[in-house]
């Protein structure tokens, strides 16, 4: 089946400017994550949702990243105000239930100017 | 919160030869350890896990070892091949728990011909 989609694959920006990036999970998977690598790093942990849970918002680096799920499927990210430390790959992940691995999609390329 | 160091951030290889990639973590009930190979723009893939129930777990030509009283798990690719040439990340997370995966800062192995 369709694995983790990302959109767009490669974004842009001025800074200052709002972005939203978007991430639909393998169909039917309860778990979402999302992380963000920057350039020779590992993943940053960032936001996780589990079915109609409230989210685990630990990881967000400040309140200017936001998240949302909708209908339990497809999540969306937002940056406001953004700034060229936020300038990253976002990925998304989502896993089943009762599984373990998580899935990765193919990141969103973020580069703020 | 957990913490995963890994060693080291680069390594090259004969091909032929073997490779192995060290992360420690600081949290004992990390329970959950998968490895994830993540080639030049493409997203985290899954290559093994395992759990602090067993001590090792091979898969053809990878193998992990675990050592719980270390804190401590290595990966072993034996008989390396130029398509093992990629970014390696270690991880950690608790099974049962939200299981945000927290990573290792990722190992780029170069697999020389």
């Known amino acids: 089946g369709a694995g983790v989609s990302q959109s767009p694959s490669n974004k842009v920006t001025e800074k200052g400017k709002d972005v939203e990036l978007r991430c639909d999970p393998i169909?039917?998977?309860?778990?979402l994550y999302w992380y963000r690598q920057s350039l020779g790093q590992g993943l940053e942990f960032l936001i996780y949702f589990q079915g109609n849970s409230a989210p685990d918002k630990s990881g967000l680096p400040s309140d200017r990243f936001s998240a949302e799920r909708t209908g339990g499927s497809v999540s969306t990210l937002t940056i406001q105000r953004t700034q060229q430390e936020d300038s990253a790959v976002y990925l998304c992940?989502?896993?089943?239930?009762?599984?373990?691995?998580?899935?990765f999609g193919p990141g969103t390329r973020l580069l703020v100017l | 919160g957990e913490n995963v160091e890994q060693h080291p951030s680069t390594l090259s290889v004969q091909e032929g030869d073997s490779a192995v990639i060290k992360c420690t973590y600081s949290d004992s009930a990390s329970n959950y350890f998968p490895w994830y190979k993540q080639e030049l723009g493409k997203r985290p893939q899954l290559i093994i896990d395992?759990?602090?129930?067993?001590g090792e777990k091979k898969d053809q030509r990878i193998a992990v070892t675990l050592n719980k009283t270390a804190k401590h798990f290595s990966l072993h690719i034996t008989e390396t091949q130029p398509e093992d040439s990629a970014v390696y990340f270690c991880?950690?997370?608790?099974?049962?728990?939200?299981?945000?995966?927290?990573f290792g800062s990722g190992t780029q192995l170069t697999v020389l011909p």
């Open positions: 992940a989502s896993r089943g239930q009762g599984e373990e691995t998580q899935y």
């Open positions: 395992i759990r602090s129930n067993v």
């Open positions: 169909s039917g998977h309860t778990a």
């Open positions: 991880a950690a997370s608790r099974l049962g728990s939200a299981r945000q995966l927290t």
